[in-house]
């Protein structure tokens, strides 16, 4: 709703806190489509290509954690047609390094005898003897702005093809989907030091218009090739083959419309490859794709070019790992691709290959905090046998390790800590005849070890518990789809679960990246005094040594996680900005949570920091500082709630909102809260809001809210939008106060009922003059425009009885 005043700005602050609107006009976030290469090497230096948008006038890069570095060496802005000048000074240097590249290759012996329809294209040895070709000489050679056409004389004859086909072959160019978010690139230079931690970290730019969001970007310990286009054998079998590659190597690449990727490498007899895909890995959502992801297929060949294994995925990850033990010395071609061909920038990929150390199964899947906890381990090339569990106190549940085999790090492990007892499934226990007794409160390790096997446990319960049943296994990298039933002792289901998920329509609220939760969640009410069975099994009849879980039973235990949206915020001296808080609920938990920033910088402040009971999402807003910081910095912030007497600390976790295949949204997970504070750009006004607390709305009724404003500059008519406001609530009759100003908010319908309570977000904008040219070159005239002031420190409120 927008109302009109022609004197003030409202400015509103919470509990006489004092806070800023600042006027801007209104703007677009950066945005990071894809890194290739997606990650490096210890102790290398290279260059990434970082595409995306609005990146115009990139300053700087920053990368999470300790040990890489990088900097900005060139923007491209998009790309755009080729025009007859550059075409023809691009078909000019590309004849004369062609020409000198054969030359280079003859002196060494190895003439390719290329065959004369390819040098006709290549226009090698033709005699150009046209009007526009004689000028085109006489000129400087213009060529497009691109990251490809960097750095000519050093490219090879593959690089000059593919050069060609990007910029000249019609097929090509036909095939291309031009795409506005991926259509900028920024070049940076990544140096990684020696001893940098290897694992996954997070890469943002910074441009005039603020951060970007955080991007996936890896650190690794084994040496690295980046893929040459054109690499499809059958299609370009006439350049010189590239000598084969020597394993252990990582591959990177980028798969595009129609795209094939191979890869030659050396193998002896009896080596136990593993070829592991880093695909959605790298980019876990797409929004305008379907299924939502680059779905990566990996196919080994031969040296007679038959296909000897192949895989589309690995259990419930559609990134494929590939198991094979080579049966005899020689080549063998790693093929890539899309499983429905399609491609672009975005569809990047990284490959492992060699004997790499890889878990399939680890258990226990996790220990009690504070006891020495050890899992056995198999898998491929593994080193150890075992592997320790770091069970010490902590905010982190849900933990992950892996095994460190000389240069080499495993896949990761992912394990449960908590503070309940903990035991061991025992056989047989496949019924309620032989079901396995256990007292409650108690977590049991176990495993489905069979298909079709069915865990039983019995417990003593009383009438009006209520008991809690609860699976983590899929959360754990389980290949469990787990069902979950508690039957009495006549055999009558109290309740049953297959896959629990809490969503809020197409927003998915679990924080995490997993494609099927499988996990299951009951809570039963108890009847009567007597003897209750929880039966556990595979939902598709599965099972193996690698169907572990972790089965927590007992009592209710209150609970929650938090997680906040947006992972980068940017924001001028003196501005606030909106947040997003979604609350994860857990075993019945309803009250209330405050949010407080943790040793954050002097001059950060949180308007609206609290969710009320019974909520599951809640706008606030994050003020900054008086002035400009020179670097982001890194935020925390955590949730403090009373929980049978004691208070409650939980860390809120940022995410970012991703879209998957146009509909789906998840929050997935970011290593870091990143803020910048930038220089104020427009005249900005401290106020306060008169009064503390939340307001208080009758139902049906109106609440009168003041201001105190220190100044009453002219700033024209004011428009104040609530944004995306609670339904049935409306803020009406804004006028000015001898010492300010004072605005009615509405609280009407069926969704505004007393005891709803929730927070308001409110955008200011006014009207500037501008000089525009006058029709036909006349003479410069005044003209209205509309521009965002800000938004203003978060509103709370109550609907109350009237």
């Known amino acids: ?67 890489v570095r990088a ?20 078909q000019k240097r590309l004849k004369e390094l062609r020409e000198q590249r054969l030359a280079e290759l003859k002196r060494q012996g190895r003439d390719p005898k290329l065959p004369a329809w390819v040098l006709t294209s290549w226009r090698v040895g033709k005699r150009e003897d046209t009007k526009q070709e004689n000028a085109a000489e006489t000129e400087a050679v213009e060529l497009p702005d691109h990251p ?63 951060l970007t969001n955080p991007m996936r970007f890896q650190v690794g310990t084994l040496p690295e090739i980046c893929e040459e286009e054109p690499n499809d054998p059958e299609t370009f079998a006439y350049l010189p083959k590239e000598p084969p590659i020597d394993l252990p190597m990582v591959l990177n690449g980028q798969i595009m419309p129609g795209d094939v990727d191979r890869f030659r490498f050396r193998a002896k007899r009896g080596q136990r490859l593993v070829i592991e895909t880093h695909a959605r890995r790298l980019v876990p959502f797409l929004a305008d794709t379907v299924p939502g992801w680059f779905q990566a297929t990996v196919a080994l060949y031969d040296a007679q070019g038959r296909e000897v294994a192949f895989a589309d995925d690995y259990r ?43 878990i399939t199964q680890a258990f226990p899947l996790g220990g009690r905090t504070g006891v020495s906890t050890v899992a056995s381990i198999d898998g491929w090339t593994l080193p150890e046998k075992q592997l320790r569990l770091d069970t010490q106190p902590g905010d982190d549940c849900i933990r992950r390790t892996a095994l460190h085999q000389s240069k080499c790090v495993s896949n990761e492990v992912t394990y449960a800590v908590d503070t309940l007892p903990d035991c061991m499934e025992t056989e047989p226990n496949d019924d309620t005849q032989s079901a396995q007794p256990i007292a409650l409160p108690r977590i049991v390790n176990g495993r489905i070890a069979r298909p079709g096997d069915v865990d039983v446990f019995q417990f ?30 006549s055999g009558r289901v109290l309740e049953w679960n297959d896959d629990y998920m809490q969503k809020d329509g197409h927003l998915h609220r679990d924080v995490g990246l997993l494609t099927h939760q499988a996990d299951s969640y009951l809570s039963a009410a108890l009847p009567e005094d007597g003897t209750y069975y929880v039966h556990l ?90 002035g400009p910081m020179d670097r982001p910095v890194v935020l925390q912030l955590e949730g403090h709630a009373r929980i049978a007497g004691e208070t409650v600390s939980r860390p809120v976790v940022p995410a970012q909102n991703l879209m998957q295949a146009f509909l789906y949204c998840h929050l997935a997970p970011s290593r870091e809260l990143m803020v910048a504070v930038g220089r104020i750009r427009w005249r900005s006004l401290p106020a306060q809001l008169a009064g503390s ?46 010492d300010g100003l004072a605005f009615q908010l509405k609280a009407e319908g069926e969704a505004a009922k007393a005891g709803f309570a929730d927070n ?6 006014g009207e500037v003059t501008v000089k525009k040219q006058g029709e036909n070159g006349g003479e410069a005239v005044d003209q209205k425009q509309r521009v965002s002031l800000g938004i203003l420190p978060a509103i709370p409120f109550v609907v109350v009885q009237p």
């Open 760 to 765: 308001l977000i409110v955008e200011a904008f």
């Open 693 to 738: 607390g939340p307001v208080r709305i009758p139902a049906g009724g109106t609440a009168r809210v003041r201001v105190k404003a220190p100044r009453r500059p002219r700033l024209g008519k004011i428009d104040l939008a609530l944004s995306a406001p609670p339904q049935g609530i409306t803020l009406q009759n804004v006028r000015a106060v001898p």
């Open 71 to 90: 900097s900005v060496i060139e923007h491209y802005r998009p790309r755009r047609n080729v025009t007859t000048e550059q075409r023809q000074g691009l």
């Open 460 to 489: 003593e319960g009383h009438a009006g518990d209520e008991v809690v049943a609860e699976v983590l296994g899929r959360r754990l990298q389980s290949p469990l789809d787990s069902l979950l039933r508690v039957t009495d002792a």
């Open 537 to 626: 099994s595979d939902a598709q009849n599965h099972g193996g040594e690698a169907y572990g879980y972790r089965l927590r039973i007992g009592p209710p235990r209150p609970d929650f996680a938090l997680c906040m949206t947006p992972a980068s915020l940017s924001m001028p001296a003196r501005s606030v900005v909106p947040v997003t808080v979604h609350v994860l609920r857990k075993d019945g938990f309803e009250g209330d949570i405050e949010l407080v920033l943790k040793d954050a910088p002097a001059g950060f402040a949180l308007s609206g920091g609290r969710v009320p009971s019974g909520r599951d999402c809640v706008r606030m807003t994050l003020a900054a500082p008086r």
């Open 316 to 358: 419930f990850h559609p990134d494929p790992v590939l198991f094979y033990q080579v049966p005899r010395d020689g080549q063998y071609e790693l093929e890539i691709r899309d499983a429905i061909c399609r491609g672009r920038q975005d569809f990047v990929y990284r490959v492992g290959v060699g004997e790499l150390p890889f």
């Open 148 to 210: 490809l056409v960097r750095d000519m004389e050093s490219k090879s004859l593959r690089q000059l093809q593919h050069v060609t086909n990007e910029f000249l072959d019609w097929k090509t160019l036909t095939r291309r989907q031009l795409n506005a978010q991926l259509a900028e690139m920024v070049v940076v230079e990544v140096t990684i030091d020696p001893g940098a931690a290897p694992g996954d970290r997070e890469l943002r730019l910074r441009t005039p218009n603020g």
């Open 1 to 67: 709703m927008l109302v009109r005043t022609s004197r003030y700005l409202l400015l509103l602050a919470l509990a006489a806190c004092a806070s800023t609107v600042w006027a801007a006009p209104a703007r677009r976030e950066p945005q990071i489509g894809y890194l290739f290469p997606a990650g490096g090497q210890q102790g290398s230096v290279f260059e990434v290509t970082v595409g995306g948008q609005l990146l115009r006038g990139v300053t700087d890069v920053y990368v999470s954690g300790e040990g």
